[in-house]
């Protein structure tokens, strides 16, 4: 039914007076306070609204309508959610004759995952002679997201989704993310205590116990922490509500909402000039109609603007519509994007993708399981495909929007109030990986420019080298020379760099075959005809290689760790292996004795534990999601689903800690649901997922009769100990590092050692072979530390963090000084920085940082210095060293 209470509700419910009231409340204050209420409820103030009429229940506890208010405003507040179905159901046993309750109990129990029941409560609502025609539609859409809840929400998806925390999360609203592509940059809408104007009424007058309007604050990252966020200005923040929507790709244009008494709500645009956004102005009338506009995201050629509007002609609600950029640079050629994206209900917050291809959105339609779901959809040949759920636990019966992407894919940003870990009310989410479907494939260049040695600002172009078709177009800041620009791979281009004074120059990049995502880290130098010849030459010597050079060499790199890494598992694998040898032998020996039988190859041990190896339950694998059909065996347990590089989505139970527990789940499963007879067991190495058959061959040692080795025949303690001990930042798993090189591993660093010198000017750029993999995992981290850790630069060097405060006097370090003085940094994000040690190479650096973790400084963590300025190890990865320098 509608939100809004209406005065016959109120006639239904009123049944007694305040008799037993604990507060005395006068008829006038009263009449007040359910009025505001009821406002604020309307108005979606869900957390004010139940304060008040927890008073109003408090004071009136047999007034029914209160009591049905609480219990409303408690289903829509992650603290609250069960209790709210005890103040509804007792609502509907005191007064079984009001039907709207039944809609609310639905909605109550859907909330609680509780699916068949809140179907059955819509079902009585719909029955029911007095529901109105379209308060009966709003029914039949919870109807459709509880049987597709009930589809989706068992088969969860293998990710990690982190609530981003302080200092970006607060007790208050955080909201509708927005990142640049290399996510240096997060801007997003707050409503809190720090919102411009203080509490405010609906108004827009002081209210000490109003609502805050939205303001939008910018954070930049430091490391793996955001810095504190500020408001962006005064002269974007106003006390009306001030939104984020959306940033274009080389982080220059702001995208804006703003709404007043006077109209529902437009966009506006603001730039960035000087370090700073200027005053935002509202895009033109093809955009900005009489109707609500809200949303919007740009192509990264900006020639395209995604947006929302509630304007007439669509399908129904908010649609998703498209404009293009007119010949006079305003917008134009507005489209419905039709009914592949949009439906009936509602859709709302586009993102597309830097390549142009991949667009993300959200609604209330499609295969939603509650309020706004996000989709994602690609569009290769000019038709979008029809668009696919993201599934739980991302989505939920909740809000679930504005949802964005990282260039390379690894991480996507959204909002969501329906998460038990929030902070309070709309909270900001990372998911690892942030890509559904097809990775992105995109070429970002980022670099400085400079003039005369100097930073400047530049006009940076971007045409097809081929046809001469503009195809992007960006200007670095003036302030720091920091540029960013996407080029989408399947052409040639040629790109004009232009500085006021000097001469232009143009280089030329070949991306016609790029198969991958790929930032390369680019700087310019442009100089004057009076500039001196010496320093010009004296500058040229530390020019690195041309922009083409580098995309090649990075590529190559690439697809060397590609495939390397294949070998490097085996690596892992086989040195853990290889000290379980005598360990196999012993128990291959016991089975002879007792006349046991090996199956499938392995050596009986299957209810032992070996670290690295873990068993899932294979029960479906399917190109399409749709055409899964044993999702009844959730009964079971946790259905996972995860979509691998074959293009199949793999269902599966688990993980197992061993190989018996494992056989034993399935011959369960199958004895009782003889469809499952064919689900199987994989084993996965290191993550790496292997059927057993493709383990026992694959990892056969040599010297034991070519007999495979058992999958689990060892307890972690046979493996536990060789010399130097790492343990992965931010990981409370150990992994260790054997007390000498095997052969594979010294044919790996010499081919290292071939392909780069250990202090050759160049070779921080082997720190780009681990662009596309997360460091923060240990596996990937220890492949970082073997193969780069030995490398070094004569401007690089690393130190240990030890800690890092805002109040560094409270920081108590005496522990460690038998390690050194610490250097105490003061860095612009008002953070003091705790480092230890100076080192020339990586490994040596995790030396140290090992010595501090056993001294009980458990986050302890590597920096690297470039030219003597503090940077990130995300930065080497990226190849940001140079561009990155601004952070100090």
Known sequence: ????????????????????????????????????????????????????????????????????????????????????????????????????????????????????????????????????????????????????????????????????????????????????????????????????????????????????????????????????????????????????????????????????????????????????????????????????????????????????????????????????????????????????????????????????????????????????????????????????????????????????????????????????????????????????????????????????????????????????????QTTSDSESGKFMISLIPGNKYKIAIEIEGAKTTYEYINVESVETFVQVNHDIDLYTDDFPEEEKAENNASITPSLQEKLTEQIKRIKEFANDSIEYEKIDLNKRIIKLEKYNKEVAEENDKNNSNTAGGLVPAGNKTIAGLSFKVEVGAVTDTNEFKLAALSKYGKISRKLYEDGFYRYTFGPFETLEHAENFRDMMVEKEPEAKDAFITVFVFGKRKTVDEFTEEFTLEGLDNEPLAANSTSNTIIENTNPEVTAKKSSTTITMPDEMTEDEKIAAEKMKLMTDPCDKYTMEAFTAFVLKDIDKEENYKRLLSLVGPICHPDLHFEVQIGAYRKPNNFKYDKLLKFGNPQIRNYQDEITRFTQGEFKTFYDAEGLRQKVIKEGTTDAWITPFYKGKRLLMQDLVKGNYESALGLN
């Open 1 to 472: 039914m509608s939100k809004r209470i209406t005065t016959i509700l109120l006639l239904l419910l009123f049944t007694t007076s305040s008799i037993t009231a604990q507060e005395v409340i006068g008829k006038k204050e009263e009449k007040l306070l359910m009025q505001k209420g009821e406002a604020y409820y309307n108005d979606e103030y869900y957390q004010t609204a139940a304060t008040i009429f927890e008073r109003l229940n408090k004071a009136n506890p047999e007034d029914l309508y209160y009591k049905l208010m609480v219990g409303i405003c408690y289903s829509f507040l992650n603290d609250k959610k069960e209790e709210s179905l005890d103040y509804l159901l007792d609502v509907q046993k005191k007064n079984p004759d009001y039907v709207d309750v039944y809609f609310f109990i639905g909605r109550a129990y859907a909330v609680n995952h509780q699916f068949d029941e809140a179907i059955k409560n819509f079902n009585k609502y719909i029955q029911s002679s007095q529901v109105l025609p379209e308060d009966k539609v709003k029914a039949r859409l919870f109807i459709e997201n509880c049987q597709n809840a009930k589809g989706i929400v068992p088969d969860s998806l293998e990710l990690v989704i982190e609530n981003i925390g302080p200092p970006i999360n607060t007790k208050y609203e955080e909201y509708v993310p927005i990142i640049t592509p290399d996510e240096r940059l997060l801007i997003f809408t707050y409503r809190g205590e720090r919102s411009v104007g203080g509490r405010m009424d609906r108004a827009g007058n002081s209210d000490p116990k109003g609502e805050y309007y939205e303001d939008i604050m910018i954070s930049y990252k430091r490391g793996e922490e955001w810095s504190e966020p500020r408001s962006i200005g005064n002269n974007i923040n106003t006390s009306k509500h001030d939104a984020s929507i959306a940033i274009s790709a080389n982080g220059r244009k702001l995208f804006t909402y703003r709404s007043s008494n006077k109209n529902e709500g437009d966009i506006y645009l603001s730039e960035l000039e000087d370090g700073s956004f200027t005053t935002p102005r509202p895009l033109n009338s093809e955009i900005n109609s009489d109707s609500w506009e809200g949303s919007a995201s740009l192509t990264s050629d900006e020639k395209t603007l995604y947006f929302t509007s509630e304007r007439e002609g669509g399908y129904g609600g908010r649609d998703i519509y498209k404009a293009e950029r007119l010949k006079n640079g305003d917008w134009g050629n507005v489209v419905n994007l039709g009914p592949t994206i949009n439906t009936r209900y509602d859709e709302d917050a586009p993102f597309i993708h830097p390549d142009n291809k991949t667009l993300y959105f959200s609604s209330k339609g499609h295969n939603s399981i509650g309020g706004y779901d996000i989709f994602y959809t690609y569009n290769d040949d000019g038709v979008w495909d029809a668009p696919e759920n993201i599934g739980y636990p991302v989505n939920t019966i909740e809000d679930d929007r504005y949802y964005v992407l990282t260039a390379d894919g690894t991480r996507g940003y959204y909002s969501s109030a329906g998460k038990d870990d929030s902070y309070g009310g709309n909270d900001i989410y990372v998911v690892s990986p942030g890509h559904f479907g097809k990775r992105p494939i995109l070429a970002l260049v980022v670099g400085v420019t400079k003039m005369n040695g100097k930073v400047a600002a530049a006009e940076i172009t971007a045409t097809d080298a081929t046809t001469g078709e503009f195809a992007n």
